[in-house]
């Protein structure tokens, strides 16, 4: 995935284009990207599989699904930006993405009666417009002839330390099944427990810490004077033989980045 940072580990070979050295320390900013992501599941002799591809010019991310026959597509807006310190031997990568349907939640809604009771209203539609802002931090190397320079072909290896991401979420409400909107004041949804008022936000942050063991690499297949292109990938697979199961992932991601 585009966003998915310095996960992976690289299998694809370079461009054939003349290249020169260049000094990696410094922020990079993603300017453009593609990726390709197969996702399958199987239980006996029954296979589930979803394909994601992902283009990026920049500052939209474009993302079709294809599942059961059924393909989505959604857009969205997208900043990424790698941060390489020389001296430290450390890296910051930061992403803010902006996703207008980043989930879409249907349930029962009720209001009160003069008596306090809550009485059953009708389905919901909702819809989670997110804004998530994740900062990565780490370890990187850079293999090659050039030394603590890149040049085509060299390898920048990461070993992540920190993920965190903050996130907003905004809710629009429907009638499920039409277009009518629904005002959130004096409504409510049961949680299991009690009934809640409709939200109309919510945010939140997520944490990851610790040293990965397995370092991920990015592969220069083409530098030109403050710009570097580079590919990754990750692949992985699950079993579990006393259930029949079985699930697999692959992905392939390209990214242009251009030097501040």
Same mark, same amino acid.
């Given at each position: 995935m585009l966003i998915a940072g /310095?996960?992976?580990?690289v299998t694809l070979s370079g461009c054939n284009k003349t290249v020169t050295n260049g000094k990696l320390d410094? &922020? !990079?900013?993603? %300017? =453009?990207?593609? =990726? =390709? #992501?197969?996702?399958s599941w199987t239980q006996g002799s029954v296979t589930t599989a979803t394909e994601t591809s992902e &283009?990026? @010019?920049?500052s939209i991310l474009s993302t079709t699904t294809t599942s059961n026959g059924i393909t989505? %597509?959604?857009? =969205?807006?997208? #900043?990424?930006? /790698?941060t390489f310190n020389k001296k430290t031997g450390e890296y910051d990568m930061k992403s803010v993405l902006t996703d207008p349907e980043y989930d879409v939640n249907y349930q029962s809604y009720y209001e009160k009666d003069v008596n306090g009771n809550y009485v059953y209203v009708d389905y919901y539609e909702r819809t989670t417009n997110r804004v998530a802002t994740t900062?990565? #931090?780490g370890y990187f190397t850079v293999s090659g002839n050039a030394g603590d320079e890149i040049e085509k072909n060299s390898q920048i290896v990461f070993q992540e330390r920190t993920d965190m991401t903050d996130f907003i979420d905004s809710y629009t409400y429907v009638i499920s099944g039409t277009s009518t909107s629904i005002t959130t004041t004096g409504y409510y949804y049961y949680d299991g427990t009690d009934y809640i008022p409709l939200p109309t936000s919510e945010s939140g942050t997520s944490t990851n810490t610790g040293v990965m063991s397995a370092g991920s690499i990015w592969n220069v297949t083409e530098l030109k004077?403050?710009?570097?292109?580079v590919e990754y990938s990750d692949e992985s697979t699950t079993t579990n033989?006393? %259930? @029949? !199961?079985?699930?697999?992932?692959?992905?392939t991601t390209s990214w242009e980045l251009t030097q501040e």
């Amino acid at each position: 995935m585009l966003i998915a940072g /310095v996960a992976g580990a690289v299998t694809l070979s370079g461009c054939n284009k003349t290249v020169t050295n260049g000094k990696l320390d410094g &922020t !990079w900013n993603v %300017t =453009s990207g593609a =990726s =390709s #992501t197969m996702n399958s599941w199987t239980q006996g002799s029954v296979t589930t599989a979803t394909e994601t591809s992902e &283009t990026f @010019d920049g500052s939209i991310l474009s993302t079709t699904t294809t599942s059961n026959g059924i393909t989505e %597509t959604v857009q =969205s807006s997208m #900043t990424v930006e /790698v941060t390489f310190n020389k001296k430290t031997g450390e890296y910051d990568m930061k992403s803010v993405l902006t996703d207008p349907e980043y989930d879409v939640n249907y349930q029962s809604y009720y209001e009160k009666d003069v008596n306090g009771n809550y009485v059953y209203v009708d389905y919901y539609e909702r819809t989670t417009n997110r804004v998530a802002t994740t900062n990565q #931090t780490g370890y990187f190397t850079v293999s090659g002839n050039a030394g603590d320079e890149i040049e085509k072909n060299s390898q920048i290896v990461f070993q992540e330390r920190t993920d965190m991401t903050d996130f907003i979420d905004s809710y629009t409400y429907v009638i499920s099944g039409t277009s009518t909107s629904i005002t959130t004041t004096g409504y409510y949804y049961y949680d299991g427990t009690d009934y809640i008022p409709l939200p109309t936000s919510e945010s939140g942050t997520s944490t990851n810490t610790g040293v990965m063991s397995a370092g991920s690499i990015w592969n220069v297949t083409e530098l030109k004077k403050g710009v570097m292109n580079v590919e990754y990938s990750d692949e992985s697979t699950t079993t579990n033989s006393a %259930t @029949d !199961w079985s699930s697999s992932y692959l992905n392939t991601t390209s990214w242009e980045l251009t030097q501040e």
